[in-house]
């Protein structure tokens, strides 16, 4: 990819200041100065390019969904595209300053600018339907390409400056560059997840790594290199620096408001609540002057207080039809599960496991959202436990549950796999008493029947009985899954449940009392009917090596 120089013959070195004949500048400093302003912009390039990387994968993970899926599309066309622009610099190499200086202004411009334009897409365009559903994946992939050429421009360049100032041989002049990068992407690579994205959010932190980005690479070439370029040159290289600093400060300044207005077109214009905690995004909406609450985490609608009750209904109560004094549920800090689970007589103890504190501070606090949970956490038989569910699971104690509620988000995110594994439902199963039994969300059945037979498949492989089952959702609004539909598809919105146990397959009936508000015999009759019929034989098991989501 890299076209160095051949050695300088033999000679003394070009005096400091002069020019020093061919393949020289006259610079301000001296050469082993010079050697190091540029291998410092080299560890200054090299970090931002990789805050890009990482900022359009995070991102992307986040509106899109399938994180694997995201990076894999982002790493592979950005290295494609590196090769792309490393191939085109080569005949930019007479320009080299000049050059150098124009790709980092492009390459501040579009990798600043990135993280706004692709939230921007998604939030007004996001629910068009047609062509532009796929706009979120275009312009990923437009910017992945983008920001891999000019990234992929830099080096050649770099190699060329570096050789004017002193010529030494390839392999030498190589070597001082890609120590300067690879040291440069560790600090950036470090600095993404440490400080950038806690401290100052995905759009924000973008914004400042294109504005060191553009200060590092005008700097470099219009204070070191300046006798490089023409008077027209160093104006035009000046002007655009200003204008790109302009332009990134500016939308430094109106971030907030950005922000904002397009959470407005992703939830509604009721947001009561936003928050990025250290798991996901927390928003809440609605709850208010007769609006329906809605909580989404991570963009995806995980509570509609329009249907949530036929939801927790159905996931809870034919579970609850037998031994239940003690409650584990995985998940669910939000309390609605817990609401329905407290309603039945006879329970002494419900432990919830959840991940995010966010989830449960909101489930006590805000006043629409305790209401609907019905205060739960204020029970005394309720304890919470913030943790991840698999890690809990391991060091849980055995047969100590009647009842395990696994109400985990969808499958068929990619986050989520490891708690639809054999190896989670196996440690579920060893919580579980003789004669318990345990109700997994499986996801939409219609939508991705695949994805529920594969649930059931896993359970079974980890030793438990099934007797699958569905739930039909009233509010079309309702998705849990990564594809975050809004109710465009024409796709039936249901809840698919898999009720098992370490012994005979439990059955499918529900308690004489409480009385469900929502659900009846007969529909849960129909549920389990209309489930076998889309029965899908021969799935292999879903573990943490090989998830089948």
């Not at 796999?417 to 008493?433: N, V």
């Not at 005979?504 to 129909?526: C, F, H």
């Amino acid at each position: 990819m890299i076209d160095p120089h051949a050695p300088a013959p033999p000679g003394p070195p070009p005096p400091w200041g002069t020019s020093g004949g061919p393949g020289t500048v006259r610079l301000p400093v001296r050469p082993g100065t010079a050697r190091f302003l540029v291998l410092a912009c080299v560890f200054v390039c090299a970090a931002c390019g990789l805050v890009y990387e990482l900022e359009l994968v995070a991102l992307a993970s986040y509106l899109i969904g399938d994180s694997v899926t995201q990076a894999s599309i982002v790493l592979s066309v950005m290295v494609f595209a590196m090769g792309i622009g490393s191939l085109a610099a080569k005949r930019l190499r007479r320009l080299g300053a000049a050059a150098f200086g124009a790709v980092e202004v492009a390459l501040a411009l579009v990798g600043g600018c990135s993280a706004m334009a692709l939230y921007a897409v998604f939030a007004w365009t996001g629910d068009w339907g047609g062509l532009w559903s796929h706009g979120p994946r275009l312009v990923l992939v437009a910017f992945s390409l983008g920001t891999g050429l000019l990234i992929g421009a830099e080096v050649p360049l770099l190699m060329e400056l570096i050789q004017r100032i002193r010529r030494q041989d390839a392999g030498g002049a190589v070597a001082d560059l890609f120590a300067a990068d690879y040291v440069g992407a560790l600090v950036g690579g470090l600095a993404f997840p440490f400080l950038l994205l806690p401290f100052l959010g995905q759009l924000t932190g973008a914004l400042l790594t294109g504005t060191v980005n553009v200060i590092a690479g005008g700097a470099l070439v219009l204070g070191l290199f300046h006798g490089d370029l023409t008077r027209r040159a160093r104006w035009l290289l000046l002007t655009a620096n200003l204008t790109v600093l302009g332009l990134l400060a500016s939308a430094a300044v109106l971030v907030d408001d950005f922000e904002r207005a397009a959470r407005q077109a992703v939830y509604g214009s009721d947001v009561r609540f936003a928050v990025k905690s250290e798991v996901q995004e927390v928003v809440l909406t609605g709850g208010t002057h007769g609006e329906p609450l809605a909580l989404f985490l991570d963009g995806r609608l995980r509570v509609s207080g329009q249907d949530e009750a036929r939801y927790h209904e159905a996931l809870v109560h034919p579970v609850m039809n037998g031994p239940h004094d003690r409650v584990l549920i995985l998940g669910g800090g939000d309390g609605l599960a817990a609401r329905e689970v407290l309603r039945h007589p006879g329970v002494r103890r419900v432990d919830i496991v959840e991940i995010d504190p966010e989830v449960v501070r909101l489930a006590r606090q805000d006043p629409a959202l305790a209401a609907l949970n019905g205060h739960v956490h204020g029970d005394p038989r309720v304890r919470v436990t913030v943790a991840d569910a698999f890690t809990w699971l391991r060091t849980a104690p055995t047969e100590a549950y009647d009842v395990v509620i696994s109400d985990l988000p969808d499958p068929a995110i990619t986050d989520s796999t490891k708690l639809y594994s054999q190896e989670f439902y196996g440690l579920a199963r060893r919580t579980l008493a003789a004669d318990g039994r345990m109700v997994v969300h499986a996801g939409p059945l219609a939508g991705r029947p695949r994805g529920f037979w594969t649930v059931d498949t896993t359970l079974r492989a980890a030793g438990l009985r099934t007797s699958p089952y569905r739930a039909g959702g009233g509010t079309t609004g309702f998705a849990a899954g990564p594809d975050r539909t809004t109710g465009t598809s024409g796709t039936p919105h249901d809840w698919g449940f898999v009720l098992a146990s370490p012994g005979a397959a439990p059955s499918l009936s529900l308690a004489a009392r409480p009385a469900p508000r929502t659900l009846t015999e007969q529909d849960l009759a129909a549920g389990a009917r209309a489930v076998e019929r889309t029965r899908i034989g021969g799935l292999a098991v879903s573990t943490l090596v090989h998830p089948r989501y």
